[in-house]
C-alpha cells in the first residue's frame, strides 16, 4: 500500500521541477512514459488512496474492538468485586456501554492528534492525508465505536451519489490533487500551504470517497475476512480480479484522453472516481490473498515479515516519503543549481527507490526492536491527553437488588 502512495504522490513532487508557466503535455511524452501514465491512472492513481482509507478504518476498528474487549472486563471487576461470571444482564449491559464510551473518546482524541500531525505536514506537502483521515476519525468516532453500520451505508451512498452526479467537483480535486501547487496568493508559502492543506483536508475527509472507504474497511475489520483470508480464497480472487479490472476500466478512457487519444467525456471524470474504490478493493483482496492466514508457527519470513514491519510503522514510512521526496527533488537541486527533467516513468522509478528506502528503515527499527518514531509521538501524545469523565454507578449486584425488594423471613421464636 505503501508502495501505491508512494507511486501516486511522486507527480506532486516531480511537478515541483517545472516552473509555474511550464504546463505538462501528456500527449508529447515518449512511449515509455505513455504507457506507465496509462497504467498508472488505471491502478494506481485514486486506488492507492482509499485502499488507505479502507485500511485505517480497519485499523480503528480493531482497536476499539480490543477496547471494548479489555474494557468490558475491567469495568466487570470493578461492579462485581472480581465475580464477573455473577455479573446481571443490566451490570454487563452497563460495563459494555462505559467501554464502549472509552472507544469513541480514544478514536477521537486520535483523530485530534492526526489532524495536528497532518497540519505540520501539510506545511512541506500540501497532498498529505493524515489530517482528512484523523478528520473523519474525530466525526465518526460515535458512528465507528456503536457500530451504527446502516447510517453509515446511507451517508456513503450519498457521498458516492455526489462524486458521480457532480463531475465537475470530482475534476477539480483530481486537479488540485494531481498538481500538488498550492495557489499563489501573495502570502508566505507556510500561509499559502497552511491554507491549501485545510481546504483539501475538509473536502477530502468528508465529500469524497476517504469517509465510505473507511467505514468499509472497519466492517471489514468484523469479518474473517482479511484475519483469514486462507477461508475465502476464491471470493477474494474474484473480488481482486475484478475490482481492479473494473477499477482499471474506469479510468481506461481518462488516461487515454490524457494521450490525446480521444475527447474526454463529462462522465468520466465520475467513472475514474467511483471505480477508484474498486480497484482499491482489489488491491485489499489481492494483498490479503498474499499474505495469507495465520501461520502454525506464529512467525513471519521473508517479504511477509518485511510488509509486517512496514505496516506497524505506516506513519513513519509515509512521513518518511516526503523526507525524501524533499530532499530528491528540492534540496539537491537548490544545492546544485540545477532542475533537470524527470519523465514520468523516471518518477516512477524514483518512486520505487523512495519506498525501498522507507522500507530498509523500518526493517533496521524492527530488528532493533524500536517502535516507529512517529508511532510513538501519536501513541504518547494520545495517551497524556487523555482526561478523566464522571462514569456512573453500575447496576446493583443481583443478590443486593434481589435482598431489597423481598422481606427477610425471620425463624420464630
Not at 485514486?46 to 480490543?66: D, E, K, Q, T, W
Request: aromatic fraction near 8%; glycine fraction near 10%; charged fraction near 15%.
Amino acid at each position: 500500500m505503501l508502495l501505491l502512495i508512494a507511486v501516486a504522490n511522486v507527480p506532486i513532487w516531480a511537478s515541483s521541477l517545472a516552473s509555474s508557466e511550464e504546463t505538462v503535455d501528456y500527449s508529447t511524452a515518449d512511449s515509455v512514459d505513455s504507457v506507465w501514465l496509462v497504467l498508472r491512472t488505471m491502478l494506481v492513481d485514486r486506488r492507492s488512496f482509499p485502499l488507505f482509507a479502507m485500511l485505517f478504518g480497519f485499523g480503528l476498528m480493531v482497536m476499539i474492538n480490543r477496547r471494548v474487549a479489555s474494557g468490558t472486563r475491567t469495568y466487570l471487576e470493578q461492579a462485581t468485586g472480581g465475580q464477573e461470571q455473577e455479573a446481571s444482564p443490566a451490570q454487563v449491559a452497563w460495563a459494555r456501554e462505559q467501554a464502549t464510551i472509552d472507544a469513541r473518546r480514544l478514536v477521537r482524541r486520535r483523530g485530534w492528534w492526526m489532524i495536528l500531525f497532518g497540519a505540520v505536514h501539510g506545511v512541506f506537502f500540501t497532498g498529505d492525508i493524515i489530517g482528512a483521515y484523523g478528520l473523519a476519525a474525530v466525526i465518526f468516532a460515535g458512528w465507528l465505536a456503536h457500530k451504527h453500520r446502516k447510517r453509515a451505508i446511507v451517508l456513503s451512498s450519498a457521498i458516492a451519489l455526489l462524486v458521480a452526479v457532480v463531475p465537475f467537483f470530482a475534476s477539480q480535486m483530481s486537479t488540485s490533487t494531481e498538481s500538488g501547487q498550492a495557489p499563489d496568493m501573495g502570502v508566505p508559502w507556510v500561509v499559502s500551504n497552511l491554507l491549501f492543506w485545510m481546504s483539501f483536508t475538509v473536502v477530502g475527509g468528508l465529500v469524497t470517497l476517504v469517509v465510505p472507504s473507511m467505514f468499509i474497511g472497519a466492517r471489514l475489520a468484523d469479518t474473517d475476512l482479511l484475519a483469514h483470508p486462507e477461508r475465502h480464497r476464491r471470493l477474494l480472487v474474484g473480488v481482486g480480479l475484478g475490482g481492479l479490472g473494473l477499477g482499471a476500466l474506469g479510468a481506461l478512457r481518462l488516461a487515454l484522453g490524457d494521450l490525446g487519444l480521444g475527447e474526454p467525456a463529462s462522465f468520466d471524470q465520475s467513472a475514474y472516481e467511483l471505480t477508484g474504490l474498486a480497484g482499491a478493493c482489489g488491491w485489499l483482496a489481492l494483498l490479503a490473498l498474499y499474505a495469507g492466514g495465520p501461520r502454525p508457527d506464529g512467525e513471519l519470513r521473508g517479504l511477509r515479515w518485511l510488509a509486517s514491519a512496514v505496516g506497524r510503522r505506516s506513519m513513519t514510512a509515509y512521513l518518511s516519503q516526503t523526507l525524501l521526496f524533499g530532499l530528491v527533488f528540492v534540496i539537491i537541486p537548490w544545492l546544485v543549481g540545477s532542475t533537470p527533467r524527470v519523465g514520468e516513468a523516471g518518477a516512477g522509478l524514483i518512486a520505487v527507490g523512495v519506498w525501498a528506502a522507507t522500507v530498509v528503515l523500518c526493517a533496521a527499527l524492527e530488528r532493533a526492536g524500536h517502535a516507529g518514531p512517529f508511532e510513538t509521538a501519536l501513541r504518547t501524545a494520545v495517551a497524556r491527553s487523555q482526561r478523566q469523565r464522571s462514569i456512573p454507578l453500575p447496576p446493583s449486584p443481583p443478590q443486593e437488588a434481589s435482598a431489597a425488594a423481598s422481606p427477610v423471613n425471620q425463624p420464630a421464636g
